[in-house]
Structures are given as structure tokens and as C-alpha cells.
T-cell receptor, first 117, second 110 residues
Framework: SAVISQKPSRDICQRGTSLTIQCQVD?????MFWYRQQPGQSLTLIAT?????????ESGFVIDKFPISRPNLTFSTLTVSNMSPEDSSIYLC??????????????FGPGTRLTVL | GEDVEQSLFLSVREGDSSVINCTYT??????LYWYKQEPGAGLQLLTY?????DMKQDQRLTVLLNKKDKHLSLRIADTQTGDSAIYFC??????????FGRGTSLIVHP
């Protein structure tokens, strides 16, 4: 299994500012993902963080709003830029474990709870 | 695109069985998962089932799959207060990324 930590665990920010969320994994992983979890909504994949190249964004998410870094196989950051109250959500880092028989189980970090005022 | 649906809330009495239901649309689903999210924590894989199976049992957990109807259920026997959490159904088919439902909040009361 993979152990994932995220920083910060929560933050309250003013609109118009930016927040960078860090994700650290205790082992090297090929695939890292960033999700958004809004109350009563399904987990929405924002992007796949690729090591050595630009992140791959899902429909509705753009690099200018959610720039992502992946400098190595154990670390990634997600920045929420020019925040508005609509960005208030839990942001989850996830990795593809590629272990076991569960079809490449995904492991999740504890999440970053963001509130934008 | 693929869709996964589940009810948002379920309330049960401690000691009773809980049944959380899920429907999905992707006919090419290969793996189906149940994740548990406790307050303030990330999602944790609870159990999974291959699409060629009908049932899987793991201690208090029973997963039933009706592939024809694309219906998945999770039964928790002898539900305890520690089982209170959000339970996410997810499926994975051709894509390497699973599709998640909105989560069912299970509330266990004495």
C-alpha cells in the first residue's frame, strides 16, 4: 500500500488569492491524480500529474486555474489560482498503487479542506 | 460518459444490517469497488469485486453484483457506530481511472 500525506490539511482563504497544496507519497508511483470532492457530489478528477511533462486535465479544468507540478515520482503540488467561493471544496491527492489484484487500487490522501471567503 | 448512481443517505439502528445500493452504466466495467471515507480522512478501499463474480463475502461485508442490471450492493452485517461514514461506489472499465458515485452517508444510531 501507499501512504500519502497532504499539506495543508485545511485552509481558509480570501477570494482572489492562490493556494498550493502539496502531496507526498512514501514510495515511487507512476500515476498521481488530483480530485475535487464537493458536498453531495461525486469525486471529480481534475487532472493526472505526469512526471516530466505537463499534467493531463479533464474536461472543465484548465492549467491556468489549477497549475500542477510533478518534479519526481513521490511528490506533486496542485495550485488553486485566483480563488472564488465556488472553489471551496476538499481536494484529494490519489495514486495508482499498481499492486494487488484489485485492478490497480487507488490510494487516497487525507484531503485538503479549502474554504474561500 | 459513464455514470454511477447511489442514494445519498442511509440511516440504520446499531446491530441491524445496512444495505447500500449502486447502479452504473458502463457495460465494460471490469472492477467494481466500495470505498469508505471516515470524517476528516481520505477514501479507503473497503472491498472490490470482479465483473465475472456474483458475490463476494469478507467478514461482515457482502458484495452482490447483478451484471445484467448493472446493480451493485454492499451489505454490512451487525452494523456498528464505527461503520458511520460515507461509502463510495466506483467502477473501472476500459479507462484506468475509476468513476465514482456521489457517496452514501451511513448514519448508525443506537
Amino acid at each position: 500500500s501507499a501512504v500519502i500525506s497532504q499539506k495543508p490539511s485545511r485552509d481558509i482563504c480570501q477570494r482572489g488569492t492562490s493556494l498550493t497544496i502539496q502531496c507526498q507519497v512514501d514510495s515511487q508511483v507512476t500515476m498521481m491524480f488530483w480530485y475535487r470532492q464537493q458536498p453531495g457530489q461525486s469525486l471529480t478528477l481534475i487532472a493526472t500529474a505526469n512526471q516530466g511533462s505537463e499534467a493531463t486535465y479533464e474536461s472543465g479544468f484548465v492549467i491556468d486555474k489549477f497549475p500542477i507540478s510533478r518534479p519526481n515520482l513521490t511528490f506533486s503540488t496542485l495550485t488553486v489560482s485566483n480563488m472564488s467561493p465556488e472553489d471551496s471544496s476538499i481536494y484529494l491527492c490519489s495514486v495508482d498503487g499498481r499492486t494487488g489484484e484489485a485492478g490497480n487500487e487507488q490510494f487516497f490522501g487525507p484531503g485538503t479542506r479549502l474554504t474561500v471567503l | 460518459g459513464e455514470d454511477v448512481e447511489q442514494s445519498l443517505f442511509l440511516s440504520v439502528r446499531e446491530g441491524d444490517s445496512s444495505v447500500i445500493n449502486c447502479t452504473y452504466t458502463d457495460s465494460s466495467s471490469t472492477y467494481l469497488y466500495w470505498y469508505k471515507q471516515e470524517p476528516g480522512a481520505g477514501l479507503q478501499l473497503l472491498t472490490y469485486i470482479f465483473s465475472n463474480m456474483d458475490m463476494k463475502q469478507d467478514q461482515r461485508l457482502t458484495v452482490l453484483l447483478n451484471k445484467k442490471d448493472k446493480h451493485l450492493s454492499l451489505r454490512i452485517a451487525d452494523t456498528q457506530t464505527g461503520d458511520s461514514a460515507i461509502y463510495f461506489c466506483a467502477e473501472k472499465g476500459g479507462s484506468y481511472i475509476p468513476t465514482f458515485g456521489r457517496g452514501t452517508s451511513l448514519i448508525v444510531h443506537p
